[in-house]
């Protein structure tokens, strides 16, 4: 039997999926309380331990064993380009795509105040990018020399004008910081390049933000941190929109993963337009998109969505009184590992996990603006045009463990009354039952077609 020993430290629990990698079958789940204050090892042992029922007691050999993490923050970068709507984009999409929890996107020339900014949010990694290749130079210069006094972010990635990288390297060299150079993320205008600046960011997780977060004491039981647990739900995302040489993926979708201290949403489409006598304005796309709002979370974050939403919305939503709502928000952001214990704590939970889907969605979706011509109307589209995605699936513990996940998942749908937000239609909606997918996005690392099977295997139709 050929077995995989799947591990994800997240922020909260560490969660371990044991796997028959012939037949596409879990054959076990746990979790510990992950533990980075004392040993991230306590966590994944309490959670090896419960597993060991499963194997008649001992663990058996494991021919795979991979892992990813969120703990301690997850991967938390900055993004800089030259133009808040072209490289400093490009940069967030490259640091987002990457698996990233992106703390601040600044553009043209940093400010002594940014600086602070950026000194205050203490980056893991600092992605700096601006100019096309063979564009403006100064911008990025003039950054490097500023990032050259930086106290915090000593690792920085350089991914703009090739014209200037090398100079822009002397200068961080020179001041002491670790510094990659990768391809520019907008060679061209209108020409995004994610790809490079992505893998020299997952390279340097493995070599240094691994032993940053303690988790290089868990290198016994693993073959290595692979990336960071975002990054492997996307992975899983990838696989299963496009499937391998040997299986068919399942074709475009979108995925809605809801979690405590953030809600992300992963697009694999392309995004053109489906409608006639629309243009398309703006940075392209990538196929493989991923959101993440800060804002809204169920727990670590439920504050910060009840002011996002307002009590008096949530409420309504919720149909339980103001006071009620406000007292409940409080008592889960003070204590993450609160669950609903009656009805009307899972009305208000149920509503916090809709509000969060629909305004996630919304932030994700592309839009489309009215332009009047001598000719009349015309409709431009900024972003993905996700109106005819075939597949919704629905992630995360407040999803996973609910009683009719369908009614949070409808709040990702296009609206009549929004008729410019351009959000899946009339989806399958589908669920991510056993957690599977950051599981999925490892495995898909060594066993691309078992991922397959495993990811639809698990993943069924509400």
């Known amino acids: 039997m050929e077995l995989a020993l799947l591990i994800d430290f997240g922020s909260t629990y560490t969660k371990v999926t044991a796997v028959d990698v012939e037949s596409a079958e879990v054959i ?37 064993r991979l892992a990813c993490s969120s703990a301690a923050g997850g991967l938390r970068m900055v993004a800089i380009g030259l133009v808040k709507e072209l490289t400093a984009e490009a940069a967030r999409q490259a640091a987002l795509g990457a698996g990233a929890r992106v703390l601040g996107v600044f553009a043209h020339q940093l400010t002594a105040a940014e600086m ?58 020179q001041a002491g910081k670790d510094v990659r150079v990768t391809a520019n993320v907008l060679p061209e205008l209108n020409k995004l390049n ?26 016994r039981y693993i073959q290595g941190v692979l990336m960071p647990t975002p990054a492997a739900v996307l992975n899983a995302a990838k696989l299963l929109a496009t499937g391998t040489g040997e299986e068919p993926g399942w074709g475009q979708l979108v995925i809605v993963d809801i979690g405590g201290a953030t809600t ?4 694999l489409a ?32 439920a504050l910060s969505l009840l002011e996002t939403v307002g009590a008096r919305k949530l409420a309504a939503i919720a149909g339980r009184p103001e006071e009620e709502v406000i007292s409940y928000v409080h008592a889960v952001h003070d204590n993450v590992e609160l669950l609903p214990a009656n009805e009307n704590q899972w009305k208000i939970d149920t509503a916090m996990a809709r509000v969060a889907t629909d305004l ?9 603006e009215t332009a009047w011509t001598p000719m009349g109307a015309m409709y431009i589209q900024h972003g993905k045009d996700l109106t005819r995605v075939p597949y919704l699936i629905g992630t995360g513990g407040v999803i996973v463990n609910h009683p009719n996940p369908r009614e949070i998942l409808q709040g990702a749908l296009y609206r009549q009354e929004q008729p410019t937000i351009l959000r899946p239609q009339t989806p399958r909606m589908m669920l991510d039952k056993d957690y599977i997918l950051a599981a999925v996005g490892l495995l898909a690392e060594v066993k691309p077609t078992a991922a397959l099977r495993l990811a639809k295997k698990y993943i069924v139709e509400i």
């Open 28 to 64: 076990a789940t746990a979790r510990g309380l992950t533990t980075v204050e004392t040993s991230i090892l306590e966590g994944l042992e309490q959670a090896l331990e419960g597993i060991k029922p499963h194997f008649a007691g001992a663990l058996p050999e494991f021919q795979h």
């Open 116 to 173: 602070e900014q950026i000194d205050a949010g203490c980056p893991d990694i600092i992605l700096l990018a601006g100019g096309t290749d063979g564009g403006n130079r100064d911008t990025i210069l003039h950054n490097a020399r500023m990032l050259a006094a930086a106290r915090c972010g000593s690792t920085i990635i350089v991914a703009g004008n090739k014209s200037a990288a090398e100079e822009v390297r002397d200068i961080l060299v």
């Open 194 to 219: 994610v790809e490079p600046a992505r893998e020299t960011i997952r390279r340097t997780f493995l070599e240094k933000i691994v032993e940053a977060k303690g988790l290089r004491r868990a290198e």
């Open 264 to 267: 992300d949403v992963h697009s």
């Open 270 to 301: 392309e995004g053109y337009p489906t409608r006639s006598g629309v243009t398309f304005k703006g940075l392209p796309e990538p196929f493989a998109k991923r959101t993440v709002e800060g804002d809204l979370g169920m727990r670590v974050s």
């Open 360 to 368: 996630a969605m919304e932030r994700h979706a592309g839009t489309l």
